[in-house]
């Protein structure tokens, strides 16, 4: 009878315990999973983007993951944050946008050009079937290669280098993302691009926009979609 009470006992405890172990932590699970459906609602959809496909990827991405830790509680504000090597990872509404305009079916391979986080290579991988994606800054390519490891993505696939030079050995892509600004369009981007394919990138420096691009039989169909601020895209093919 004794040890049945104090079975009891010790069982209560331990979920008084528990329940304020979980209360104390502001960085819970359950926490970081509230932050992001309300992301996903006040700054994905009230915005208007629509693609299921897209919502459900920013549902499921972990963005405090890919966050410094001393930032890891402003992971779903409404902005950019600084990521350090003077980069940021970019803010969840243009993620999500950049994303949607890339008009994703379920099959592509997809290269993205500017790794920094992994973040947009994440939301990317949970939608396509490969991700290959290109960081200049070595311990950044370094660090998303582990995140993304660790956080179990079979198919993203990251190297440092120069985007400007894309990634040969597994061209041609069905989509680009470049999340750096360069003042054109990389040649050598469009040849790794396939005929049908679509390049989502910012053009410009002091000024910029976003534009899709979609490669024809004949060259380029350039479209202007909004005004963006990213950080510039250096490397070789800068003069
Ligand atoms: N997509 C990132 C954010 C991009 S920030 C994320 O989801 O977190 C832009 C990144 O582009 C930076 O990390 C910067 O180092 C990188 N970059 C700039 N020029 C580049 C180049 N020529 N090739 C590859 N990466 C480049």
Redesign the pocket.
Known sequence: MNRLVLGIFLACLIIVMMFFSYNKNPSSQGNFAQKRESMVQDQIIRRGITDPRVLAALRRVERHE?VPAEARDIAYADHPLS?G?E????QPYI?AYMTQAAQLGGEEKVL??????????AVLAEIVKEVYT????EP?AQSARERVKQLGYKNIFVKH????RGWKEHAPFDVIIV??APDEVPEELVRQLKVGGRMVIPLGSVYQELYVIRKTDTGMEKQSLLPVR??????E?KE
Request: proline share 3%.
């Open positions: 890919f990521i090597y980069q940021t990872i970019s993620v993205e050009i500017g790794t920094g986080s992994g973040y947009q290579a290109v960081e200049i800054v950044l280098g120069d985007g400007y999340t750096a990213f950080v510039p895209m250096v490397g093919g």
